[in-house]
Nanobody, 121 residues
Framework: QVQLVESGGGLVQAGGSLRLSCAASGRSFSTYAMGWFRQAPGKEREFVATISWSGSRTLYADSVKGRFTISRDNAKTTAYLEMNSLKHEDTAVYYC??????????????WGQGTQVTVSS
């Protein structure tokens, strides 16, 4: 397993941008796909994006496609989520996770503590 710590959340106006980081500890980072999920108040956790262990493949939720970009730097054992053209409905706690290259949260075994993103309209 890896330990994950997210950072970069905050308050931003609609149309703005944020970059989330997910720092991992442990030597096995490069063997895991990395995913980002989010949970808004009163809603279930939902898939946002995932990136394969090599970084060559990515998947996005339809709601963020074209606005968000997931990336990773295996040398720095860090994953990123670049969020542009933010909307009020993107407001949520964002979690990074390490696991398999799928959209199902159950296939991720390690999770960070989450970082709050609030988009004001």
């Amino acid at each position: 397993q890896v330990q994950l710590v997210e950072s970069g959340g905050g308050l931003v106006q609609a149309g703005g941008s944020l970059r989330l980081s997910c720092a991992a500890s442990g030597r096995s980072f490069s063997t895991y796909a990395m995913g980002w999920f989010r949970q808004a108040p009163g809603k279930e956790r939902e898939f946002v994006a995932t990136i394969s262990w090599s970084g060559s493949r990515t998947l996005y939720a339809d709601s963020v496609k074209g606005r968000f970009t997931i990336s990773r730097d295996n040398a720095k054992t860090t994953a990123y989520l670049e969020m542009n053209s933010l909307k009020h409905e993107d407001t949520a706690v964002y979690y990074c996770a390490a696991g398999s290259y799928v959209k199902d949260a159950g296939s991720y075994g390690s999770w960070g503590q989450g970082t709050q993103v609030t988009v004001s309209s």
